[in-house]
Each structure stands twice: as C-alpha cells, then as structure tokens.
T-cell receptor, first 112, second 113 residues
Framework: GENVEQHPSTLSVQEGDSAVIKCTYSDSASNYFPWYKQELGKGPQLIIDIRSNVGEKKDQRIAVTLNKTAKHFSLHITETQPEDSAVYFCAASIPHFNKFYFGSGTKLNVKP | DVKVTQSSRYLVKRTGEKVFLECVQDMDHENMFWYRQDPGLGLRLIYFSYDVKMKEKGDIPEGYSVSREKKERFSLILESASTNQTSMYLC????????????FGPGTRLTVT
C-alpha cells in the first residue's frame, strides 16, 4: 500500500519567518494530496490540497508544491503567526474509496 | 457547515469491556471513516464505509468492528477492550467516492485501564 513519510516531526520558528514541511509518498497512483491542521483538542481541518495534475497551489500565506517525478510534496507557510502553531499532517490518496494515507505529523511552534 | 460529532470527548474503560464509539454527520455524506491517532504514527485507518450497511477494512482493523445502519451514523466497536487500544479516535466523512475532502470530528480520547 501507500507509505507517506513526513519531516520534520517538530519545527520551531520565529514569528514572521517561513516554515516548510516536506512529505514523500510511494505509490505513483496517488492523485490527491491534502494538508490538515490540527489544533489542540480539535479534529484535523483541511487547510490546502493539491491534485496530481497541478504543480503548485497558493492560498494567501499558504502554498503547496508537488513533484510527481520525485514523489514529494511540501507545505510552505510564509509570515508565520502564533496562531499557526499546531500539528500539521500531510496525506496522499489513491483513487479508490477516497482512502487517505497520512504522514506522522509535524508540530509547528511559532514563537512570538 | 459540515458537522461531524462524536458521542464522547473522553472515555475511560476497563480491559475486557465492550466499547461503542458513535459518530454522526449532518451533511448526507456517503463515506465515513474511523481513524486512530497515536503520537509519531499519524492517523491510521481502522475501517470505512461507503454506503449504509457496507464496510471495508482499513489498515489496522484487528480488534475492531463497525456498524452503519443509517447513513448519518457510523459506530466503532471494541468487542473486548485492551490497553493497547488506548488512543485518540477520530471519525471523518466525505461526500462521494469522487469527492476528496474528509471532514473530521473532534475526536474521542479513549483510555483502557
């Protein structure tokens, strides 16, 4: 089955700096790559996603890039703010029953 | 807004007890999922359902079963709880097979003693 690896496991940045989280996947059939943010005591919430026919997608301070050849995708957060502090999960989905395979998570700490 | 609710936020059970975790979604979604979340392991799929009375095993189904008698409700059952089932359990739903976004509930923190 699909295997998703995520790095780093923890990331600490100063407010205003950029943060980058990287994921790799193994199954070339994967065609959808969402990123979820989980705040303390809450369930994960989708923040951005990208499909396999697109190389990059941006939404304000958040961007995701996808390299299908290398089978890796990354989350970029610019101008980080304390409220960006959370655990972030990447996932890859193969086109069958919408099954997601999640990375192990990155705990992002933005220091004021 | 899509709402996925889970019956309990915190649950403490004894080894050997039968445990029911309930999940309800209010947006008429076809697909529903149960995950467990453990530190350093991310979210792992236990079971999912793509229609009423239909179920499929995920990646870690051992020790669990599920029930989906109504479209909006998906139950996770631990037939005989064990300490290694202490975890955070997350329910999710999505609209259709071809629709991608999964909406998550707040989670149930289960402790088995």
């Amino acid at each position: 089955g699909e295997n998703v690896e995520q790095h780093p496991s923890t990331l600490s940045v100063q407010e205003g700096d950029s943060a980058v989280i990287k994921c790799t996947y193994s199954d070339s059939a994967s065609n959808y790559f969402p990123w979820y943010k989980q705040e303390l005591g809450k369930g994960p919430q989708l923040i951005i996603d990208i499909r396999s026919n697109v190389g990059e997608k941006k939404d304000q301070r958040i961007a995701v890039t996808l390299n299908k050849t290398a089978k890796h995708f990354s989350l970029h957060i610019t101008e980080t703010q304390p409220e960006d502090s959370a655990v972030y999960f990447c996932a890859a989905s193969i086109p069958h029953f919408n099954k997601f395979y999640f990375g192990s998570g990155t705990k992002l700490n933005v220091k004021p | 807004d899509v709402k996925v609710t889970q019956s309990s936020r915190y649950l403490v059970k004894r080894t050997g007890e039968k445990v029911f975790l309930e999940c309800v979604q209010d947006m008429d979604h076809e697909n529903m999922f149960w995950y467990r979340q453990d530190p350093g392991l991310g979210l792992r799929l236990i079971y999912f359902s793509y229609d009423v009375k239909m179920k499929e095993k995920g990646d870690i189904p051992e020790g669990y079963s599920v029930s989906r008698e109504k479209k909006e409700r998906f139950s996770l059952i631990l037939e005989s709880a064990s300490t290694n089932q202490t975890s955070m359990y997350l329910c999710a739903s999505s609209l259709q097979i071809s629709s991608y976004e999964q909406y998550f509930g707040p989670g149930t923190r289960l402790t088995v003693t």
